[in-house]
């Protein structure tokens, strides 16, 4: 018998099949993965509102006689700016007379001279003999820099209350203040006051860099929402006064609102750094509110109005704005608001959270003078033709109202 050697096996299914195949593979994949993301993001978004719920449940603490209100300077600043020095010097320092807790981002980042070290029965909590402060609590798989820091104001706001008075905390260098800025902005009824945005520049790495371009994008938002911003390692600049005054130029136009100075080696006076109360409505300087400008870099635009305004109708102008434009770019607004009873409003805003708070007597009367409300928005490609023309609309209309109710 003589045997047929047996075909070789061949597939049957076509070849176009097979990549049909292999990329509903890839696009299933793909779905699955930004599914999994998502429901990630929503489970992680769901528990940091809870906990920002959880802080400000009990609005009555905030004035509670034990239970003082505490001020919150937020400190950034990229990679190798100079923060951590900064907080050595902060901690060592006798001279503040505040028992500071500072909150950082890495632990064991912060070295402290072991002489200076007092027991604490808290672990991970490392207690200065002037009474400062410094705890950690990095960020885990499953939580981000701002749940971090919100698990460690539960814990804070359970804790005694005499043992600090002041709150730093202190950013990743590639961190994006403004969620942080915004969750204290919801936080206005708990312990927990925001007083103001700190960022350090690394002024030498910075003139180093061919242009702005090549700036970090996150640094650019550090630099967007602070409301001081200082420029360290001068001594490694000496001699480059035309540099660092151009560095100074492009910062305000990134920034015109806040306050730029200089350093070297981190040290800051105290008074420039705590205590400067942006947030507080007795602080406001109307002084500082900018001119309406455009560059490439953001967008501000300055709405007026010389007549009182409807305050719920502003309200109403503002809800929408917020909601329409803040995902599209807006990162703050502010000013102040004159109702149709001639009182003051001060107005704060981040992203998607702002407050309107009464202004002081002293401002009442120094902003009364000149009749006029004044709403600053800062941000990137803002339709400015639109936030005018609806403005202008919310003028209108009180306007036409307070005619009918004189006729």
């Not at 151009?246 to 705590?274: Q, Y």
Request: negative net charge; glycine residues 4%; proline residues 4%.
């Amino acid at each position: 018998l003589v045997m047929s050697p047996k075909p070789p096996l061949t597939s049957t299914t076509p070849q176009w099949q097979l990549y049909l195949y292999a990329v509903i593979f890839l696009v299933l994949s793909v779905v699955l993965s930004n599914v999994i993301a998502w429901f990630k993001q929503f489970r992680q978004e769901a528990r940091i509102a809870q906990k920002t719920t959880t802080l400000t449940q009990d609005a009555a603490v905030a004035t509670s006689p034990t239970k003082a209100v505490i001020p919150v300077t937020i400190l950034t600043g990229f990679l190798g700016s100079g923060k951590t020095t900064l907080l050595n010097s902060i901690l060592s320092s006798p001279d503040h007379g505040f028992k500071i807790m500072v909150l950082e981002n890495e632990l064991g980042a912060v070295s402290i001279d072991h002489d200076l070290i007092a027991n604490h029965p808290r672990e991970g909590v490392v207690v200065m003999q002037n009474g400062c402060m410094c705890c950690s609590a990095p960020a885990t798989a499953t939580t981000n820099e701002l749940e971090r820091i919100l698990d460690q104001l539960l814990e804070m706001q359970a804790a005694a209350t005499d043992s600090f008075d002041y709150l730093i905390v202190e950013t990743t260098g590639v961190a994006d203040p403004g969620p942080i800025l915004k969750t204290f902005l919801e936080l206005r009824a708990s312990r927990f006051r925001l007083d103001g945005v700190v960022a350090l520049v690394d002024t030498s790495s910075l003139l180093k860099m061919d242009s702005q371009q090549h700036w970090p994008v996150e640094m650019h938002s550090q630099l967007v929402y602070a409301d001081l911003i200082a420029l360290n390692k001068m001594d490694l600049v000496d001699g480059k006064d035309i540099e660092v005054d151009k560095l100074k130029a492009h910062i305000r136009t990134i920034n015109p609102d806040a306050t730029v100075v200089e350093c070297r080696h981190s040290r800051l006076p105290i008074a420039d750094l705590l205590h400067i109360r942006t947030f507080d409505a007795s602080r406001f300087d109307f002084d500082a509110v900018v001119e309406s400008k455009h560059t490439k870099d953001l967008d501000t635009v300055v709405l007026s109005a010389t007549t009182s305004l409807d305050l719920g109708a502003f309200g109403h102008w503002l809800n929408d704005v917020v909601d329409s434009h803040w995902k599209r770019g807006i990162f703050r607004m502010k000013g102040f608001v004159l109702d149709e009873d001639g009182n003051m409003w001060l107005l704060q805003c981040v992203l998607d959270t702002y407050t309107l708070a009464p202004a002081t007597d002293q401002q009442h009367k120094t902003k009364q003078r000149a009749l006029t409300s004044q709403v600053v928005v800062i941000g990137l490609h803002l339709d400015k033709h639109a936030l005018e023309t609806s403005f202008a609309s919310v003028v209108a209309q009180h306007q036409s109202s307070q005619k009918d109710k004189r006729v």
